[in-house]
């Protein structure tokens, strides 16, 4: 009997872990960490122990006591004994956190299998940042067109239109039919071309069962979505309009995005200031054919801004090796200062601190080109603004949702037709199985045969 169990992303929008059995052959779709993963118990200071490994989590039940999942270093401090590898393989979708981040828990026998661009970005976060440690892992990289053989099954990964390049779907033929699995996915992107033809493929594959994506799957929409192409004509325009700064802020990860800004960027005569780390990024995507992306090193258009450090100097040495490298396309605050009306500069929250130095003229134009927060006790959503107001900054909200909208999902659903559908990523189940009859209601870690 073919199965399915979902350890993560039921009745939640994130925290992917999906878990098919065929026969012998046992693999995970995605192993991803929720956005509220253990906040009852862990909040700000106070963190599961990392030299505890699993122990903290398993106190509060936070992860799955499976056997010949996890390695014998993060069992250590438990009373789940070690056992060999009973997971053949685990399938990454894309490398955003919520389908991710829970692989450093692994067994690093068990291999991980990614897309080819996902292991840059994820080496990029490793390389670049101070919490991201995925761990040891035989990894195999795919593209479509390849079909992986695992046991009994034959995984075949498609590539979609997502808010990160290097996003997959997959259909994995079983022995009781072909399972398909969305991962994130939109239709209004730049590359939506890919996300149609992964609904083609999916659909010619005759599905057993869907495991489908809902993240916009809700009653009403509250936000204002636009497409890519409408956040780059609105902001183009905000760019036209003035002659003054404009700061953006943005997905780190979302090239699509950046793209965008420094497409509006070039059009307008500007230079686009980055960071370091989104400058490292782009040096890695560039060994990646299939993602486009300019080169920071050769692009005359793009700049790069260097933090003061403790010295008040720029001196090398004070710096990251990865940050070094981009040390001739410096900008400093004063460079931005006297040279803002020519400038499009990336800004996120964490950097707020430099428009202190920088003195933005009052009236300069801020884009913020993500989610709406989903509260209004947002704290940093008010802190942002206290800033914003105190520079006199006007602000514009801009974004491309990277989910399809309700209707598109449905429509997606009807048009694959399978005999059972499973919603993950969704607080909406239920409406969606209004909108789908065959839609099958899920509890976390219940087996379910397709
Ligand atoms: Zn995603």
Redesign the pocket.
Known sequence: MVKLTFYGGVNEIDGNKILLEDKGTKIFLDFGQSFTFGTEFFTSWLQPRGLNGLGDYFEFNLLPKLSGLYSKEMLASTNLTYAEPEIDCVFL??A?F??ITHIQFLDPEIPVCMGVGTKLFMESMEETGFFADYGQHTCNKFRTGHKIKIGDLTVEPIAVD???PA?YGFIIHTSEGNVVYT??LRRHGPRKDLTENFIQKATEAEPAALICEGTRMAEHETHQNYSEPQVKAISDKTVKATDKAVFTMHASRDIDRFKTFYEVAKNNNRKMVITPKTAYLLTKLLDDEHLPVPDPLKDDCLKVYYKKKKSGRYDEKDYFLWERKFMDKMVDCSYVRKNQRKLIMDLDFFQFGELIDIKPEPGSEFIHSMSEPFSEEDIEDQVMHNWLDHFKLHFHQVHAS?HMSKEQLVEMVKEIQPKKAFAVHTENQGLFKTYCFNMQIIEAEKEYPI
């Open positions: 979708s894309h955003h919520d389908h997502h808010s990160i996003a991962g994130d990277g």
